[in-house]
């Protein structure tokens, strides 16, 4: 799978699967993480998630995006909370869904998550091993 096809893949699928760490317990759940073209992901979390508090204790993430073709992209990343308003306005403007959870940028309940991508394998169902990629635009 080339760069710019995993890209897509992220872009397209809409969803991800974050995966945390609580203690010794993975955490999976879906996300709507937002790709930049510096390939960096931004994820919205409510202020009361559990997630925050298992970023503050292990900040290493894994998002996985499967595709309906069994196309998957997953990309490992280091995240921290955030108070960067440009990046909440660029997440915002981006998922229009945002809106059933959160009053706008300013809503204290919207909490921002910043994964700084590590590295990023993909695979098609036809490929024997997975690639790396790159994510940025």
Known sequence: ????????LIKDAGFGLLATTEGKQPRVRPMM?????????????????RTIPQIKENPQ????FVDRKMWYCRVTGKA????DKAKKQVLWDAIPMLKQYFGGVQDQNFVLLEIDVQSAEAM???????????LKA
């Open 124 to 134: 098609t169902p036809h490929q024997k091993q997975p690639e790396k990629v790159s």
């Open 80 to 83: 921290k909370i955030s108070d």
């Open 1 to 8: 799978m080339t760069d710019e096809e995993a890209i897509d």
């Open 61 to 64: 993430v894994e998002v996985c």
């Open 33 to 49: 993480p937002f790709l930049t073209d510096e390939g960096e992901l931004l994820v919205a979390l409510l202020g009361r998630s």
